[in-house]
């Protein structure tokens, strides 16, 4: 009988039909001119249902626009496009996309305000779907000399950066320089979004699905840099209050009967990626690296888009990434010392060696030191963040949410969550985070985030859990290489004794002292 329920739900999550608006959850949300996902991301008016929703919506409602070969200046280039699309349908924003390499194409995310626009100027393939990504050569384009290419902008923007470090009067002010700096543009996020909802397209056209694309990871959590990968979930979800109040969770099936609907779901997964493979390149040009991943937690299909030089991720009803990223984007919105606290010790971590991705690497993940600064946060005496069973619903609610047949109880209203009372400084909380951390007994001690307390370990590798996981999301790596994090995090606190605070006698000083500040560091992709 299990066996049974399990094949309607993965069939139901892959069923055939294809409609626009399949993709967008029922939630309505002012789409106000000038919507910018970089701040909404971060807004603790929001809930995750409105971010989801908003996200979905904007995404539907936008083109990508690829416009050259280019022979004049980029404002003419851009008067130019935004008259040229205004003739299409009513435009909400017109964004330029940065280039990654030099081009004679220019990229455009083109936002209209109903379908119209969208319909007027997508591409209409002879079997039936739009293609939301056109190809415009302007003829007419007024002509001009092209811009004059500053060979040394970057450096310029390295040394007004550097001097505005230098100036900071706190190294608190500096994190926050750091963080606004170099968390991830408007414009690029726009584009990393945009292209969730063409994966969207075509999995629910050519692949028959009613899946919805739903972006997770570093993008949605709020601390992204600009060279964020995408992932993107396939999910069965629905944003509707629900009336069946006896959906249950996954939680609430038995060992046995979860293994098995795992393992439904994830022969679902293979199939549908193995078929999508094949296929997808036709559908969008400019794929390349297409590879369906089986031996990873979740199987996976990996490409790159090479005209946004993006790697993306493709899941199936990923309810662990999803559940873990909302989580995490709702601490960084309950507190805005958070995001900024969180992401210099993440590319801090990347900048010493000591977080890489891949299987080369022997040591911790960028979100494994995600999760250390989180931890942190929350056994800070006072916390500043709680632990993250408290994200948790206790009961169920016609809020929940349904991701691929089963009911998911997380707290969307931040009004909900008892606030912590932490006045430390981001300096304070970035010195006890080192002390703490270059003290840590890994060999006999386990982070458990879902209570934010420390619990017994007696292995040779670190042990990290999540609420979302019975996995050790560290057990890859061994107390050895998390000595070497340790030795790190001594380093920085000595050096920063005497470059703590800012001094005549020295330049580089706090997040200077740190963290070596290059033009390479301005890349946009």
């Given amino acids: 009988m299990f066996s049974s329920i399990c094949k309607r739900i993965v069939a139901r999550n892959i069923s055939n039909s294809y409609t626009m608006t399949s993709q967008s959850c029922n939630i309505n949300v002012e789409h106000q001119q000038g919507f910018d996902p970089r701040h909404f991301l971060l807004d603790p008016a929001q809930n995750y249902k409105q971010i989801v929703s908003g996200i979905q919506k904007q995404g539907l409602m936008s083109i990508f626009l690829r416009v050259g070969p280019i022979n004049c200046s980029s404002e003419k280039l851009y008067d130019f496009v935004y008259s ?11 964004t330029q996309l ?15 305000a109903d379908k119209r626009g969208v319909e007027n100027l997508s591409v209409h393939s002879d079997s039936g779907p739009l293609i939301r990504i056109a190809k415009l050569t302007p003829k007419d384009m007024p002509g001009s000399k092209p811009d004059k290419v500053v060979k040394d902008s970057k450096e310029m923007l390295c040394a007004a950066f550097k001097n505005k470090l230098r ?3 706190t190294m ?23 292209f969730a909802s063409i994966l969207g397209d075509f999995f629910n056209w050519h692949m028959q699905t009613k899946l919805v694309p739903v972006p997770f990871g570093t993008l949605i959590s709020g601390l992204a840099s600009n060279n964020a990968d995408l992932d993107v979930s396939l999910s069965n979800i629905s944003c509707d209050d629900i009336q069946n109040q006896s959906i249950l969770t996954v939680s609430q099936l038995t060992s046995d009967a979860q293994k098995r609907f795992e393992k439904f779901e994830r022969a679902g997964a293979v199939g549908l990626f193995t078929n999508a493979g094949k296929n997808v390149q036709q559908y969008i040009d400019g794929l390349s ?5 089986t031996e990873a937690n979740v199987p996976l299909l990996a490409l790159k888009y090479e005209p946004l030089n993006l790697d993306i991720d493709i899941s199936l009803e990923n309810r662990v990434g999803l559940k873990t990223t909302w989580a995490m984007n709702t601490y960084i919105r309950m507190n805005a010392k958070v995001a900024p606290f969180v992401f210099f010790i993440r590319e801090w971590a990347k900048h010493k060696n000591l977080a890489a991705h891949g299987l080369d690497h022997k040591g911790f993940s960028p979100f494994m030191i995600t999760c250390l600064a989180f931890f942190y946060l929350m056994r800070v005496n006072p916390p500043v963040i709680p ?3 408290e994200l948790l619903a206790k009961h169920k609610k016609k809020s929940d949410l349904i991701i691929g047949g089963m009911r998911h109880q997380i707290v969307t209203d931040l009004d909900s969550i008892a606030t912590r009372s932490n006045t430390s400084s981001l300096e304070e909380l970035f010195l006890g985070f080192l002390q703490y951390f270059s003290k840590f007994d ?11 307390m420390v ?23 061994t107390v050895q290489e998390a000595k070497t994090f340790q030795k790190e995090a001594e380093l920085s606190l000595r050096i920063l004794e005497s470059k703590v605070r800012r001094s005549r006698r020295s330049n580089d000083w706090g997040v200077s002292s740190l963290y070596k500040i290059t033009e390479k560091m301005w890349h946009r992709y």
């Fill in 289 to 293: 690296m297409v590879t369906v991943i």
């Fill in 98 to 112: 940065p280039q990654s390499h030099p081009s004679d194409i220019s990229n455009f995310i083109v936002e209209f």
């Fill in 172 to 194: 608190s002010e500096q994190f926050e320089l750091f963080f606004n700096e170099f968390r991830i543009s408007s414009s690029v996020l726009r584009g990393k979004l945009f």
């Fill in 167 to 169: 100036n900071a009067a």
């Fill in 84 to 94: 040229f699309c205004a003739t299409k349908g009513s435009v909400l924003s017109l």
């Fill in 387 to 389: 632990p993250m069973h």
């Fill in 455 to 477: 619990g017994p370990s007696s292995n040779k590798f670190v042990s990290i859990t999540l609420p979302y996981t019975h996995n050790n999301i560290a057990r890859n790596v």
């Fill in 442 to 452: 890994f060999e006999k001690c386990r982070l458990d985030l879902t209570r934010g």
